[in-house]
């Protein structure tokens, strides 16, 4: 596949202007310069004739739109680490390759599972909130009262790429560093955590529990009223994954009924049309799906993908091809 203009590409969103300067240059680039969600439907129909298909996590790549843009189609590329929307599958069967950003945005996106942390145990929606309303009539010594982060156990499901720039962020803080994985880590690769066999065993430690594994039809639903009533009383959950992977009645009540302490969510299900009571909750502290949200970073998550077009180009397998 020799680098050429004549190479059709199609980007269903606008990217940084890096990224876009760099894909005009060497590509003959469609764009959806609206730069909206668009349904497989719409997708399959902009897209048509195209060789490269760069997408984001707002659009589903289904085995419609692979048929769809068979003729063509050698390449997609997701601009996420989360490939849950691409049907793999369906993209191995048509011979159609598969890139994603793993590793460049893990540490933006821990350093959002840090704000998230801190926001919930410190309250500091709430504190934003006064200010903004002018609501603020002083300080007393009882006010806004949070949890601090030293001395606490985080919890980790899925101490991976994004997982462990977590932990390394958090053990600084003075927090005990528990994980769950399906296989322990080996030590060296452990960072200190304490490894749980059960993702119950972890609940059951966690003061503040994070959601940093990928989603799998496994884990879809998987903080569930029995699982959180596993969490210590008053226990933070911070979700920097995928909002599927709650269970959104579940955590609502336990947040209303002060079960848990507070929520810090960068994620939601079927967002952004999040549960609506969720904007009700005082003790939330959410941010709309924001963990990579760094100029760095969308630049680095673009060039990743050009990078492995180049080497598919060169004959080589780039490291972040999945199918
Ligand atoms: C991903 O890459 O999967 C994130 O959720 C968006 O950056």
Redesign the pocket.
């Known amino acids: 596949m020799p680098t050429s203009p004549a190479i059709r590409a199609y980007a269903a969103r606008r990217f940084t202007q890096a990224v876009e300067q760099t894909m005009d240059a060497r590509y003959a680039v469609t764009r959806n310069m609206a730069d909206t969600a668009l349904a497989p439907e719409a997708l399959a129909v902009a897209a048509q004739g195209c060789e490269y298909l760069v997408v984001s996590?707002t659009e589903k790549v289904t085995a419609e739109v692979i048929a769809a843009l068979e003729p063509t189609l050698k390449v997609i590329c997701t601009?996420?680490?989360?490939v849950e929307h691409v049907d793999l599958e369906a993209a191995r069967k048509a011979g159609v390759k598969v890139l994603n950003?793993p590793d460049v945005?893990s540490d933006a996106?821990a350093e959002i599972a840090v704000l998230l942390m801190l926001g919930a145990a410190r309250r500091a929606a709430e504190g934003a909130r006064m200010i903004r309303d002018n609501a603020w009539h002083g300080w007393t010594p009882t006010q806004l009262l949070g949890q601090q982060l030293s001395g606490r156990r985080l919890g980790i499901l899925g101490l991976g790429r994004i997982g462990k720039e977590v932990a390394k962020r958090a053990a600084p803080f003075g927090m005990k560093i528990h994980y769950h994985n399906r296989r322990p880590l080996p030590p060296e690769e452990a960072l200190g955590a304490v490894y749980h066999d059960t993702s119950d065993g972890l609940l059951a430690v966690s003061d503040i529990f994070c959601i940093a594994a990928p989603s799998t039809p496994e884990l879809k639903g998987f903080l569930n009223a029995e699982r959180i009533a596993r969490l210590p009383k008053d226990a933070i959950v911070v979700n920097v994954a995928?909002g599927d992977m709650v269970d959104d009645d579940a955590l609502i009540e336990a947040l209303q009924s002060r079960r848990l302490f507070a929520a810090g969510l960068d994620?939601y299900r079927g967002e952004p049309n999040m549960d609506p009571r969720y904007r009700t909750l005082d003790n939330l502290f959410a941010i709309p799906?924001m963990?990579?949200a760094t100029v760095e970073t969308r630049d680095a998550?673009g060039f990743v993908l050009l990078d492995g077009l180049l080497a598919l180009e060169r004959g080589e397998t780039p490291h972040n091809q999945l199918v």
Do not use: C, F, K, Y
Not at 79 to 82: E, F, K, M, Y
């Open positions: 996590l601009l996420s680490v989360g950003t945005l996106t995928r994620v799906h963990g990579s998550m």
